[in-house]
Structure formats: C-alpha cells, structure tokens
C-alpha cells in the first residue's frame, strides 16, 4: 500500500492533530463553546482528527520503497487485529455493567491511531534494522 500524499502531508497531519485537541480546549476556556454548538464542535474536532491521522499514514516517506509500502499495509493490519480484541472486550465490559454507551463511535479514531503508532513504529524499526546492516557490510 503506496502513500498517496507528499511527503510534508505527515508533518502537517501532526500540526492539524495538535490544533485538533487544543482548539476546542482554548475555545472553551474563552466560553466559546455553549449547549448550542457543543455538538458541531465535537464532530469538527472529531473530523480534523480522522483527516489528520489519514493524512499520518497515507503520506508518503522521503524514501518510499516496496519495503515502506508493505509496512504500512502491515501496520494496518495489526492495527486491524488491536482494534478488533480492543471493540470486544468493551463490549464485553459494557455487557457486564449493563452500559453500552461505553462502546462509544470513537472505535473508528482510534483504531486510527493505532494505525499510525504501529506505522510509526515498523518504520523506526526498519531504519534501524537499515542502519545496523550498513554498518555491519
């Protein structure tokens, strides 16, 4: 699974994750956040959150390869897999209390964070693997 965004996309994916949880904090403290608008607010949050984790993962690297590429669909499979045994054991767990809510909409977001940490991390551990082999050659 090739990257589809220019490389910068990843960094700016991190700066509009930042603005994504501090903003609407800020915004409350100025007491711009009411009854009225708490619903818009949380689901623009919500949405510059999934935009900025998908701009994360789907960006491209300086040094794209086959290799890259294969990381990142197995990063996404193990995402996969930590998202599924996470979803169930809240259900689980709202089955026990009798509260469902407790499996809440935001599965989504979070299995793509989990995306990109195990992203993030494959691709650390391939450079690294990269580095160690030049140096031993």
Do not use: H
């Amino acid at each position: 699974m090739k990257g589809i965004f220019p490389p910068p996309c990843r960094w700016a994916g991190y700066g509009l994750l930042l603005l994504s949880v501090f903003v609407p904090m800020l915004m409350y403290m100025f007491g711009m956040v009411d009854d009225g608008n708490l619903l818009y607010v949380k689901l623009g949050m919500k949405s510059a959150v999934w935009i900025a984790l998908f701009m994360i993962f789907l960006a491209r690297t300086k040094d794209e390869s086959e290799t890259i590429a294969s990381i990142r669909a197995r990063s996404m499979k193990y995402a996969l897999y930590i998202w599924g045994v996470c979803y169930l054991v809240l259900l689980a767990l709202a089955a026990a209390e009798q509260d469902i809510s407790r499996a809440d909409n935001s599965i989504g977001i979070v299995y793509m964070v989990t995306n990109v940490l195990c992203m993030e991390f494959l691709l650390q551990k391939y450079r690294m693997e990269k580095m160690f082999r030049r140096k031993r050659d």
